[in-house]
């Protein structure tokens, strides 16, 4: 894992919605480790964009962690590309 990056994955839940999740993970794990937290059948795909740990919303995460970011914008501000 890089510890200045926490990748953003796009979760499709089955009826067209999407999510934002988190992953503290390496950028190879960060797909599979969301899919292992959401429904079956959802779809996830990797961002270009992360985020710093310093953010707010994920800075307590632990190594190998993903969450669901709250569903509000203010997190768009935060996203580095890269």
């Known amino acids: 894992m890089d510890p200045n990056r926490v990748y953003l994955i796009r979760v499709t839940t089955d009826d067209g919605q999407s999510r934002l999740w988190a992953a503290a993970t390496?950028?190879?794990?960060a797909v599979d480790r969301v899919l292992q937290a959401v429904p079956e059948g959802w779809d996830a795909r990797l961002m270009n964009d992360h985020l710093k740990p310093s953010y707010d919303a994920v800075a307590a995460?632990?190594?190998?962690?993903?969450?669901?970011?709250?569903?509000?914008?203010s997190w768009r501000s935060k996203v580095r590309a890269g």
Do not use: F, K, Q
Not at 26 to 29: A, F, I, M, P, T
């Open 26 to 29: 390496s950028r190879e794990e």
């Open 61 to 73: 995460m632990s190594p190998g962690e993903v969450r669901e970011l709250a569903r509000s914008e």
